[in-house]
């Protein structure tokens, strides 16, 4: 079973303004609402590739009531710990006349430390050894930077696989208790080891030392450039597809659940990181927040070239 946990989940609310203005009345065209969230995410997108996974998020007031609906009608089995206030609405102002995004984030609840260990030992009730956890995303205000950290280290007790997507501090922490896989794009990476990463060659030498950590598996993304994935045997590199861009927003959540699907069903290095490409790119070619097909996932599958470096 793969287990999701998002701690900062959002209602994403997208909506389309034609020549959007500052300083003046906008009119909207069209409007959608999302629950989102690293971790919600890779769970809708699991959904979509014919998955399941189990989505466990902190939760409040209406918003996070709507959430909950919709990941219900998603087909999400969705578990949630409830907290005082709202959860936050993001608001994504996209304008197709002149090209541009405007994201207006609200801060959310914080978190006491109470509710970051209530809510992480209702989630790790449901584990079991050998299930995949991932741990995807920013924290609410009020958390720790080694609250991933001690997530990792519990859930490798239990004999979980932990996958690890975050940057900063909390990303820089949470490696250091040693999760299964970990997941950089190379900005993340790059911050990480405390240098700039512009050659394979130097993805390849940063990526490797992680693994001196003890973390069997790094997977680079490189948005337009592809991936790398990086174990103690091998070290493969696919350049992205050449797709129609409709949003790269979430494209780095697609891959981690294609690397979750993968690992679940013991897929080969080479077609983990072919699955995770195609599925980078099948999302990308979607608009917004929403997930491509898994149709679509299998027909840029074939077109993905893998290389050993
Ligand atoms: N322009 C693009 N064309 C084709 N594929 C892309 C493009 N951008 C991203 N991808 C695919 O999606 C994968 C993940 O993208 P990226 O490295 O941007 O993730 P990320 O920075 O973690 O994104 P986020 O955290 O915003 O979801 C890439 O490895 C690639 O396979
Ligand atoms: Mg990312």
């Known amino acids: 079973m793969i287990h999701t946990l998002t701690l ?25 609402l999302d629950p989102g969230g690293k971790g919600i995410n890779v769970s809708k997108v699991i959904k979509k590739m014919g998955g ?44 197709p006349v002149q090209g541009t995004n405007t994201d207006i984030n609200e801060p959310g609840p914080e978190l006491s430390a109470e509710q970051a260990i209530f809510v992480f030992s209702h989630f790790v009730r449901q ?69 700039p990463l512009q050659t394979l060659e130097e993805i390849k030498a940063a990526a490797c030392s992680l693994l001196q950590d003890g973390i069997q598996k790094v997977v680079v993304s490189l948005g337009g450039k592809g991936a790398m994935y990086v174990t103690k045997d091998t070290c493969l590199y696919a350049p992205a597809l050449s797709v129609p861009v409709g949003s790269t927003v979430g494209a780095g959540d697609s891959v981690v659940a294609a690397l979750a699907l993968a690992e679940e069903q013991g897929l080969s290095p080479e077609d983990t990181l072919k699955l995770a490409t195609a599925t980078g790119a099948a999302n990308v070619m979607c608009s917004g927040t929403q997930a491509a097909d898994m149709e679509q996932i299998q027909v840029l599958l074939p077109k993905v070239r893998c290389q050993l470096l």
Do not use: W
């Open 52 to 95: 399941t996974s189990r989505a466990t998020a902190l939760l409040g007031g209406s918003s996070g009531q709507q959430i909950i609906q919709m990941l219900e009608q998603l087909g999400i089995q969705v578990d949630y710990v409830e907290i005082p206030g709202q959860t936050r609405t993001n608001l994504k102002i996209i304008d």
């Open 127 to 195: 584990l079991h050894p050998n299930d995949i956890v991932v741990l995807a995303g920013s924290v609410p205000k009020g958390a720790q930077p080694d609250i991933y950290a001690q997530y990792v280290e519990k859930c490798r007790e239990l004999g979980t696989k932990v996958f690890l997507d975050a940057d900063g501090e909390l990303l820089a922490k949470g490696i250091r208790a040693t999760p299964y896989l970990v997941k950089p794009n190379r900005d993340e990476l790059s911050r990480l080891v405390k240098r």
């Open 8 to 32: 900062n989940p959002a209602l994403d609310k997208t909506v389309v303004i034609p020549n959007f203005q500052v300083d003046t009345v906008n009119r909207i065209v069209s409007l959608r």
